[in-house]
């Protein structure tokens, strides 16, 4: 219980740093912004611009301003976006299911098929085809996701002419055509997270195997499925659960990269076309959203990971 | 004796992977020709022996423009990572020499950093800045400074308790002493392989932001906006976009072999470890 409650007050005083520094961000726009924010097609006047900095409450002391922004996402209320007048919080809602949808399956792939790939190498160490994989996995890393993306398109495009790859669907309006379009992209997304996680298994199994329970195990004769798939990979899950947690943030922002890639409109899309239109509270928002969903994702593993080892919570 | 040996062959070998990639960037106006020259007579064309990676849809040579792309990311990542290290490391070392409410406050800050998405939060950085070489830098170097404070304020907390330094605390030996005699020598292998690593990582991050046109802007060549111009005519001219992203996995692939390998070699307790 204590743990939980030392856990919790750390959330909130992440949460409100993060709410800090996003909020700075667009204070610390070079003066000139308001007058941007106006366009180029009406004459700036000192009234038309005093009349926009009380719209957007920038005559207000600062403080005042960071409680009457932070109180108003409480309500829901992220902000009007400036040019189409519309609630931030309806663009945003618009467009964030691609790009939760992407992260979330690519999650599910990269950790999912990184424990078999991992436990391959760890008991496959050192025969051809584990070093292969392990070469392999290096290599994941360093591809850059976005250009996997272009390669696999250009391949698909020329062995597969036709093939519906690019854009996005909602999965409700056509269930099929929405997961066809996602093969590639979850592709390209998910394999650095792959390649990082199966050398984590891999390095955590060998930990495991090598502990004195796993020979224990074996010599009341256990078999080796079991040794390897309940005794060591029971253990070895506990490091990769937290990678799992910290891999999705990473996933998130490059998620925002794929879809420029397949032409999805998530909110990589919107975000992008909030900044060339300078559209600082769509900007700031769609940041604070995104990351204050990273931060409960990783509050939610610390948690899973007490529950599942019982010594974390008692240190 | 045959795994040192493996090693070390390791490390040269990154090494000279590192050197060639670098010696290539620094000579680019030696080796290649003028990147931003456009020649419309020879617009979207194969290797050949005039332009030995083709050209791109303006006619420009493509060797020419991954080499000063190099330069690009390079500097661009270099500043971050030299950024990211004074800013994180003196603040990591700083919290473990004075501790108390200076190391509470600049970890807790350092927490609040590392819980942003690390592109989300370049992004949002470069929103304010304006999108230019020198934002990208700062941007990625801010996402980086968390990293080096956690990285040295651990070994800095040991090393500040050891014998030693207590010794020289006792005979008078000033706070800065400490510091550039003491911590700054014993903490450079493991700053030398994070800061190689990082560099991987940066460019990785560099070329992202330029692909969604957020770092250096036209003419100035870089390699994700070469990629994403070359996305544009993939069918018709695919040249382009594949070399330019073999050059940024060359690039980041030798910093990453290359910070693997010195760990490997400055570090004596890895040396038998499983991975």
Known sequence: MRFLAGRLLDLVLVLFGVSVIVFLMIRLIPGDAVAIMLGANTEITPERIAELESRLGLDQPIVVQYFDWISGIFRGDLGTSIWTGRPVAQEIAANIWPTLQLTFLSVLVGAGLAIPIGCFMAEARGKTAEVLVRVGAIAGLTIPSFWLGIVSIFLVAKLMPGSAMLGYVPFGEDPLGNLQRMILPVFALSLPMLANLSRLVRSAMLDALGQDYIRTAKSKGAGRTRVVYVHALRNALIPFITSVGVATGYLLGGAIVIEQVFAIPGLGQLVLGAISERNYPLVQSAILVLTFAFVLVNFLVDILYAAIDPRVSQR | ?275
């Not at chain 2, 670098?22 to 106006?29: D, T």
């Not at chain 2, 991954?66 to 661009?76: E, N, V």
């Not at chain 2, 020499?97 to 970890?107: K, S, T």
């Open chain 2, 1 to 275: 004796m045959m795994a040192a040996l493996r090693r070390d062959k390791l490390l040269s070998f990154a090494l000279i992977f590192v050197i060639l990639q670098l010696l290539l960037a620094i000579f680019a106006p030696i080796v290649a020709g003028d990147p931003i020259e456009q020649v419309i007579m020879s617009r979207m064309q194969g290797p050949s022996l005039e332009n030995p990676l083709g050209t791109d849809q303006l006619g420009r040579d493509v060797f020419a423009r991954i080499l000063f792309g190099y330069r690009t990311s390079l500097l661009t990542c270099g500043v971050a990572v030299v950024l990211a290290l004074i800013v994180g490391g003196s603040l990591g070392m700083l919290a473990a020499f004075y501790r108390g409410w200076f190391d509470r406050i600049v970890m807790r800050i350092m927490d609040v950093l590392f819980a942003f998405p690390i592109i989300l939060l370049a992004i949002g950085i470069i929103a304010v800045l304006g999108p230019n070489a020198l934002s990208a830098s700062i941007a990625i170097g801010v996402v980086y400074v968390p990293i080096f404070a956690r990285l040295l304020r651990g070994p800095s907390l040991v090393i500040c308790e050891s014998e030693y330094v207590q010794g020289a605390r006792a005979i008078g030996a000033s706070d800065s002493r400490i510091v550039f005699t003491h911590l700054l020598p014993n903490l450079s292998s493991l700053i030398l392989v994070q800061a190689s690593l990082l560099l991987s990582a940066a460019i990785l991050v560099e070329a992202s932001l330029s692909f969604l046109g957020l770092g250096a802007q036209p003419p100035t060549p870089s390699l994700g906006q070469m990629l994403s111009e070359g996305r544009n005519f993939l069918l018709l001219n695919p040249w382009p976009a594949v070399f330019s992203g073999f050059a940024i996995l060359f690039l980041s692939f030798g910093f990453n072999l290359l910070g693997d390998a010195l760990r490997d070699t400055l570090d004596p307790r890895l040396r038998n470890s499983t991975d």
